[in-house]
């Protein structure tokens, strides 16, 4: 089995104990689980940053060029973002969560590997180095979000209608306050990255195709992407705002950022419908 | 009153983010409606009632429609009101005492020392992590005031002006601007009428790799280049190549490699005998002509490079066995299309037959003048540097009171408040207080 491949089986099987262990942490609460599955989330992340690093170096193509190499930054970006939040915040608890995506994301990226294909004209580009990374991991970034957010719903409306042990096992949580800064840290490191990503690529576009914005689907649904994250950041100024309504507006936020990346990648033809 | 009410409904928030949702529903719209289509096309795409209200509501051309400049020039308006209403007023509170166990933020224990020493020293350490110190007599209290990142709370004005930059120079493009395309046959010369550059296609080359992927042969476009001549405004001819992502400047107006294609000329004879004027034109994929004395109009669809053994268009986008795929239509109904190999004929009815008789490539060229590209740059700079100002530097006061409950012990009350509440601080806060009662040796008051 070549290095790249064996990096990639090695990280996928790391992301699936290691969401079993958090998810099971996230229940239980036993720190073994958390001490089994937090060197498995790291030990994957850092076999899919090698992965990226050893495909680069055995075919000389940049990595990033088709869905099965930006699926890998994907999950990689997001588990990193998410380790970082973990050691900085203490937020073990939602990895199994991020795990769980990262590695669905990682498989539905090897459904795409085809080999290795020379990069069309289009993207034969120094922009592809800066733009592609750049965007994947505000991708990440709305993901971390995202996990973050369906545990603030979670926790809110299980408080309202549980009780006995769930509610014991609720309040165990950081508080809701809290949650939501998490969410609205995440968002405030992909809401600049994703601007930087649109502003790069209407550079790249400018160049490539003499217009920094054509209103294709890809430009578009990005643009779209922006504007909910920039609504859900007007929004968190206003008191009555923060929290529930806020941590919706990040559940769609993503939702919109998954038709974004791959919707449209697959589905709508365009510009950027380079697939493979 | 008017103008009151004015101001108080473009600067509210909710108003600003109810605009963005419905500039983000007209966005959508035209990510899922494919854009600047024939009517036709929506017809068929769609049920008659829904095709018919996307072509009333100019949902087919949506990003240039009434609907979508007017939400964005409301968005910038929201944008102007609230920056000079909200955003440039907004400030810390102005420094007065305040009650600190009722701030979520606070923190307060008893410690060894009196009361000024203990006051100057707490003003040394919040001094040296960068917070800025300020002090006050209220009433006979001595109050210290702690003020970070005050200058932060513009990044929201910077943002905002980033905005209103990228607006103007994207309205500079629509003035002042201009862009069109181009198709250059091999050998073939052109003037741009806006500009006056010529352009001489030399020769245009393509390479396509064979690539055997674990799905089958996929044919993966590698490069296109044009080899060019061009004059502009000096008249000096220079040779030059344009790539994808590599245009050339011809007197500030950028041309680009777009596309190519192939040129046929087809031998169209009536009765045997050639027609000069029909057989003399090289047709681009798409161009037509009308057999004279006939209502009949052969159209030149597209070039297939390669045709299969059984006849049947191949993947392969190299130039093997090429055909070429017409149209014909009679008072404008399609008759049939055909597939119709190189240097075959087609009977076409009437004693016309058309023969593709020699291909060319043509390569095809982008040009724009975009003099907005600078103030673009600057305003997304701009909009990019207020965001990271908004998120990263938190504006932050702390208020600390020191004050002697026993001659040689002070107890000591700190609270702290931002702009963006209080939770956001908490853990920072949380930290700050931590080392307070480390380096001051803290007991709960």
Same mark, same amino acid.
């Given at each position: ?46 076999? !899919? ?6 495909? %680069? ?38 990895? @199994? ?17 085809? @080999? ?31 996990? #973050? ?22 309040? =165990? ?11 609205? $840290? ?14 790069? *690529? ?29 609504? /859900? ?20 936020? #993503? ?9 449209? +990648? ?11 | ?59 087919? +051309? ?28 907004? &400030? ?47 009433? *006979?209290?001595?109050?210290? %005031? ?29 003035? $002042? ?13 052109? !003037? ?23 799905? *089958? ?17 000096? *008249? ?8 994808? +992502? ?9 041309? /680009? ?7 046929? $000329? ?91 008789? !020699?291909?060319?490539?043509?390569? @095809? ?15 997304? #700079? ?32 700190? =609270? ?20 307070? &009662? ?8």
């Amino acid at each position: 089995m070549p290095l790249d491949e064996l990096l990639i089986a090695i990280a996928l099987a790391a992301y699936t104990l290691g969401a079993l262990a958090l998810i099971f942490y996230f229940f239980t609460r036993r720190t073994w689980l958390r001490d089994v599955g937090a060197p498995l989330a790291i030990t994957g992340c850092v076999a !899919q940053f090698a992965q990226l690093a050893a495909r %680069f170096e055995m075919t000389h193509v940049w990595p990033l060029l088709n869905l099965y190499g930006s699926l890998s930054l994907f999950s990689a970006m997001s588990v990193a973002i998410y380790i970082v939040f973990a050691f900085r915040y203490r937020l073990w608890f939602a990895g @199994g969560l991020v795990l769980a995506l990262a590695a669905i994301f990682l498989a539905y990226g090897v459904t795409w590997y085809e @080999g290795t294909m020379p990069p069309v004209p289009s993207l034969q580009s120094y922009w592809a180095k800066i733009h592609v990374p750049i965007v994947v991991s505000s991708y990440a970034a709305f993901l971390v979000a995202f996990a #973050f957010s369906c545990i603030y719903l979670l926790k809110y409306y299980g408080e309202r209608r549980a009780g006995g042990a769930v509610a014991r096992w609720l309040a =165990a949580l950081p508080s809701l306050p809290q949650l939501d800064v998490i969410v609205y $840290r995440a968002v405030a490191i992909g809401l600049p990255l994703i601007t930087v990503g649109i502003i790069t *690529g209407a550079m790249w576009a400018k160049e490539a195709w003499g217009a920094y914005w054509q209103w294709d689907p890809k430009e578009t649904a990005a643009l779209f992407s922006w504007i909910i994250y920039l609504a /859900y950041m007007h929004l968190h100024t206003r008191h009555a705002w923060r929290g529930l309504r806020t941590s919706w507006v990040s559940v769609i936020g #993503f939702v919109s950022i998954i038709f974004c990346y791959l919707g449209v +990648n697959i589905w709508i033809s365009g510009l950027h419908s380079y697939k493979v | 009153m008017l103008y009151g009410e004015f101001v108080r409904t473009f600067g509210s928030v909710l108003f600003a983010v109810s605009l963005f949702l419905v500039w983000g529903l007209l966005t959508l719209i035209g990510v899922i409606v494919d854009q600047g289509q024939d009517p036709s096309v929506y017809f068929q795409s769609y049920a008659a009632p829904i095709a018919r209200a996307i072509l009333r509501l100019s949902f087919d +051309n949506i990003y240039h429609s009434p609907w979508y400049v007017g939400i964005v020039g409301l968005i910038l308006l929201s944008l102007a009101v609230c920056t000079f209403k909200r955003v440039i007023p907004a &400030r810390l509170p102005p420094l007065r005492p305040v009650t600190i166990d009722k701030i979520p933020l606070h923190e307060t224990f008893e410690t060894h020392g009196e009361a000024a020493d203990v006051r100057r020293r707490i003003a040394e350490l919040l001094a040296g992590r960068g917070w800025r110190i300020r002090e006050r007599v209220f009433g *006979g209290a001595e109050w210290s %005031f702690a003020d970070k990142h005050d200058w932060a709370r513009r990044g929201v004005l910077v943002a905002h002006a980033g905005f209103v930059i990228v607006a103007a120079g994207t309205t500079l493009y629509w003035a $002042r601007g201009f862009a069109g395309e181009f198709p250059l046959l091999t050998g073939q010369t052109t !003037q741009i009428a806006r500009t006056d550059a010529i352009v001489r296609l030399k020769r245009f080359d393509y390479t396509i790799a064979p690539i055997m992927t674990k799905s *089958g042969m996929v044919y993966q476009p590698v490069d296109y280049v044009s080899h060019v001549v061009v004059s502009g405004k000096d *008249g000096v001819p220079k040779a030059m190549t344009v790539r994808v +992502n590599h245009p050339i400047d011809i007197d500030g107006t950028l041309y /680009y490699q777009a596309s190519y294609g192939f040129g046929v $000329r087809f031998n169209v004879t009536h009765d045997g005998k050639r027609d000069a004027r029909l057989s003399n034109r090289t047709l681009l994929e798409g161009d037509s002509f009308d057999l004279p004395g006939t209502n009949r109009t052969v159209q030149y669809d597209r070039f297939v490079p390669t045709v299969d053994k059984s006849g049947m268009p191949s993947a392969d986008p190299r130039v093997n066995d090429p055909a070429v795929a017409l149209g014909a239509s009679e008072g404008g109904n399609s008759i049939g299309e055909a597939l119709v190999p190189m240097r075959t004929w087609i009977d076409l009815g009437d004693g016309w037959r058309v023969t593709p008789a !020699q291909y060319l490539l043509y390569s @095809g060229f982008q040009y724009r003048y975009d003099p907005g590209v600078p103030l673009v740059g600057i305003g997304a #700079f701009v909009l990019l540097a207020g965001l990271v100002i908004s998120f990263y530097f938190l504006p932050a006061r702390l208020y600390v009171r020191v004050e002697p409950v026993a001659p040689g012990r002070s107890r000591v009350g700190a =609270a702290a408040t931002t702009v963006k509440g209080y939770d956001v601080f908490g853990s920072e806060f949380g930290r700050l207080a931590a080392t307070l &009662r480390r380096e001051f040796g803290g007991e709960t008051s």
